[in-house]
């Protein structure tokens, strides 16, 4: 967690209907929400951020005073301020007049339809209301229009996820927190593209030296942990050196850490084989040690622990190591096999304020779950040697091979830790 996930917290979404729009032919429809859309859900609110996720077809958005973007099946519209917009089949196309727009709710589903015959485009639409205020800074910062591509499973289980809601009308939060995954996901690359001279405070977010003076939720050491607990962080970064009389006092404010000793347990074990400097590996040894040791203790204290993976630098690259993190945590700090289990699933959602949604088989929630050959109650390692099948949203996902090539995504870091990547694929099973 660093700064930015401190910002996009703050804005504390909720979330309205999920209208599913069909469109056909030659069509162009004014998408801005209004009043009537919101009014069943909360009170007019001070500012509104709307969504467009393009299921099927093709869509071309126009934003006044922007050029126009034109979307294919997987990408989504993300509008911050819901400033008035179109959504059409072709630049400089004339709304619709109102009266040729088709709306209806059938079975709990509101549904648009628009255009003439031709080729379709489906698109799920929805919004979301930030906190009760009338100004915030990363809202005012952003342009008007953000997209994001999706694509492959992820694109799968999004739709699966809009039908959800869409078909379920689930509570204003439930849509909120599956929305803020992929606003979030929008800003974060919106940052990463811009240029090396652009000015403004988001540009600053990217400088590591003004990220760290702004993260105190980021806490290594003895004193920012317990000043951060006081604070009422919602949960702790690493706390490698969290004193052990400062334990009592974090467990009965009982905010949750998040250890994350995937990429210090690499650099450590296989550091010399990427040419990580020796230096360096005695000082991440130093930090593993004293992790291991603090967080041992925690978890016997009754301090909750949530799972991260450190997934995106040279020595934990993304897609490889996420099950690493749930191995260290039996394997260093002694928990059950299942307690490390419930860490990377309930207690995360728990923690996100996403437990209505994921993190547990239950009723209403999503059916996101993995098929294994083995029992990991017996051997953790099974998450990664005994995996069948991925379903999200319950639908299964096409995995690819291992050996397939990966696009590297902008905001992976690079390689100044190590002078080549850390690759688990090549590893035997175990290792």
Known sequence: MDVLDDILSSLRLSGGVVVDGEFSGDFCVSAEFTPGHFEPFFAVPDRLISYHYVRSGRLTVEVDGMAPVVLDAGSIAILPRNDPHRLASRIGAHPADPSEISRVTTEGVHRVTAGTDGPRTEVWCGFLEPAKTSEHPLLDALPALLTLDISGGEAEWLDSSMRFLAEQQPSAEVVARLAELFVNRAVREYLDRLPAGASGWLRGLADPAVSRALAIIHARYAETVVQAARAGVDWLIHASYMRPGDI??????????????????????????????????????????????????????????????????SVTPYGQWHTREIELMVDLLGMPPMAAIVAATSANARAFGWEALVGTLSPGCMADLLVLDADPLRDIRALRDGLQAVYLGGLEIEREPESSPRKRMGHERGFGVSVTTLDRQRRPPGA
Do not use: W
């Not at 905010?255 to 690499?266: K, L, R, W």
């Not at 084989?273 to 203790?297: F, M």
């Open 248 to 313: 009592g006092e974090v467990r009965d404010l009982q905010v949750p850490i998040c250890p994350t000793m995937t990429f210090t347990a690499n650099i450590v074990e296989h550091g010399h084989e990427v040419g990580v400097d020796p230096n360096y590996i005695d000082t991440k040894k130093r930090e593993l040690d004293a992790l291991a040791d603090i967080h041992r203790r925690a978890f016997e204290a009754g301090i909750p622990l949530m799972m991260g993976s450190e997934a995106g630098f």
